[in-house]
């Protein structure tokens, strides 16, 4: 019946119930993995059919983990979070790179839709009534390069975040660390969440660029305090108070840092003999 069927494992050594020696490491174990260096068993030789499995079950494998994350942070951040931190990360993504594609794919999307341009021409209208034409080419040119680094501004501001919330949110359960990974899973949901709403606000609302802003930012904050009430146990004005708080304090943080690197740039240029913007 099963003359034509490929030669399985034990084929060349004794008939010892799955007890194999491991093909990287020669370990002798039990079982579909090396417990020493996690090698799996792979039935004979590698077949085409193996290979297409494979890619189908890294494929739904990601997106389960992914997908399950995503709704999960959306309408039980909080079980996410103590989750991870209790160390039972294996339903979900990696948060780091769970933060990066959500970045990524609202970077994309801002930019390609012209919401960027939208939002950058409406503040330059308000910012340009009284501007000289050389601090009008400097704002310009400051433009194009958050423009350009869009991608990597957006997650150069989360430790900033971090910190702020670090303050804020004074607990003794969390340490640093244990707050950057929150605060990846919170801010990359919240980088799809905001998408939605901006393009809400602008193809189908037609709001202007400050409205867009303004509930973006309240649903962020609501959904900061929707996400870490139940973890700090404060009531929802208090936790709501202290994620605005926590904000604006990151933002503080950052422009400050911002500022401090933009000094130090411009005082290089200038020992160097070159003229900022020229
Ligand atoms: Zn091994």
Redesign the pocket.
Known sequence: MTSNSPPILESGGQAIAGSVN??????P?DGAF?P????KVLPGRFTLRMLFSQLIGMITNIERGFWHTFWMLLVRPWVVIEDYLAQRTRPYYDPFRFLFIMTGIASVFIIGLGLFDYQMENMNELMQLNQTAQQQAFQQGTMTFIRKYFNIMSLLIIPFFTLGARLIFRSRRFNLAEFIIVFSFLYGELQLISLVIQMAGFFVFHLKYNWIIISSMGVSIAYYAYALKPIFGYSYPGTVLRAVTAQLLGFIFFMVASLILGLIIGLAMVFMGLKPGG
């Open positions: 491991c093909k990287t490491c020669n370990t174990f090396c020493s260096c996690g090698q």
